[in-house]
């Protein structure tokens, strides 16, 4: 299952509303898990399920959908969200990643 | 605090084998599938292999089968993946990845929790 995630980078500033997409190239059902990941670290879990947030994660960062579109929303960006999110489905193996998306400073 | 520790990473000519190792602490570990995932430099994530809470089944990416084997010893808290006929292509931190249940494959519900990375470099 291939998964287009958009944008490839996302230029924002701190208070913004972000969105990024995930598509599936088929129906994963809600098997759609969201990663953040910073320079020279391990990826984060933020959402798993489609919408689930993961413990400890704060809740500006809220996902949707099902079947093949999703989103990931980060409801006022703060400084330290400036990183790449990348989405994975797990509905079937191989597991597969979106590209990314950078989330930078404009 | 549940940890997870990877280590084995290191230099290899391509041919070459390794062994990468996952130490981990504060769950039971049993009862939890895991994974390995990894990200070449500069570059994506990319799922390698995952392996059942009892080691029952295991399931490894198309570009890995056959050359990887994951596997667990239970009694020892630790995972393991073993690397034969390694490759420049390989060339990746390899980060090893706790799951939300016992089942590994399809149906699962993401990587809860990763590791730091070990550097595996495939180079003559």
């Known amino acids: 299952i291939h998964m287009a995630q958009s944008p490839a980078s996302l230029p924002a500033s701190v208070g913004d509303r972000v969105t990024i997409t995930c598509r599936a190239s088929q129906s994963i059902n809600k098997y759609l898990h969201w990663y953040q990941q910073k320079p020279g670290k391990a990826p984060k879990l933020l959402i798993y399920a489609a919408s689930s947030l993961h413990a400890g994660v704060p809740s500006r960062f809220s996902g949707g959908g099902s079947g093949t579109d999703f989103t990931l929303t980060i409801s006022s960006l703060q400084p330290e969200d400036f990183a790449t999110y990348y989405c994975?489905?797990?509905?079937?193996?191989?597991?597969?990643f979106g590209g990314g998306t950078k989330v930078e400073i404009k | 605090e549940i940890q997870l520790v990877e280590s084995g990473g290191d230099l290899v000519q391509p041919g070459g084998s390794l062994r990468l190792s996952c130490a981990a602490s504060g769950f039971t570990f049993s009862s939890y599938a895991m994974s390995w995932v990894r990200q070449a430099p500069g570059k994506g994530l990319q799922w390698v292999s995952s392996i059942s809470g009892s080691a029952g089944s295991a399931y490894s990416a198309d570009s890995v089968k056959g050359r990887f084997t994951i596997s667990r010893d239970n009694s020892k808290n630790t995972l393991y993946l073993q690397m034969t006929s390694l490759r420049a292509e390989d060339t990746a931190v390899y980060y090893c990845?706790?799951?939300?249940?016992?089942?590994?494959?399809?149906?699962?519900?993401?990587?809860?929790?990763w590791g730091q990375g070990t550097m595996v470099t495939v180079s003559s």
């Open positions: 994975q489905q797990s509905y079937i193996t191989p597991f597969t």
């Open positions: 990845a706790k799951e939300m249940g016992l089942s590994a494959g399809s149906g699962t519900q993401g990587f809860e929790v």
